[in-house]
């Protein structure tokens, strides 16, 4: 599947699009490697594993930007 870059991927399903990511960072160990297998940037890779590392599964899903908007408003 890697043969799709990761937007692509993202457009179908984001969810497994990061699973995928975190995935391919723990076979190589390498952010720089898996941003370039998946043409993203290094930036994201870490955010998904730094996010998988610390909330698992629920780390991959979205979250509600309610509370910016609402901060922001204030």
Request: charged share 25%; no cysteine; aromatic share 8%.
């Given at each position: 599947?890697?043969?799709?870059?990761?937007?692509?991927?993202?457009?179908?399903?984001?969810?497994?699009?990061?699973?995928?990511?975190?995935?391919?960072?723990?076979?190589?160990?390498?952010?720089?490697?898996?941003?370039h297998r998946?043409?993203?940037?290094?930036?994201v890779v870490?955010?998904?594993?730094?996010?998988?590392?610390?909330?698992?599964?629920?780390?991959?899903?979205?979250?509600?930007?309610?509370?910016?908007?609402?901060?922001?408003?204030?």
């Amino acid at each position: 599947m890697a043969d799709l870059a990761y937007h692509e991927l993202y457009q179908i399903d984001p969810v497994a699009a990061r699973r995928l990511l975190v995935e391919t960072y723990q076979e190589t160990s390498s952010v720089r490697a898996t941003a370039h297998r998946w043409h993203t940037s290094r930036q994201v890779v870490r955010l998904w594993v730094r996010r998988y590392a610390a909330e698992g599964e629920e780390g991959l899903r979205d979250r509600s930007s309610v509370s910016a908007l609402h901060h922001a408003q204030v």
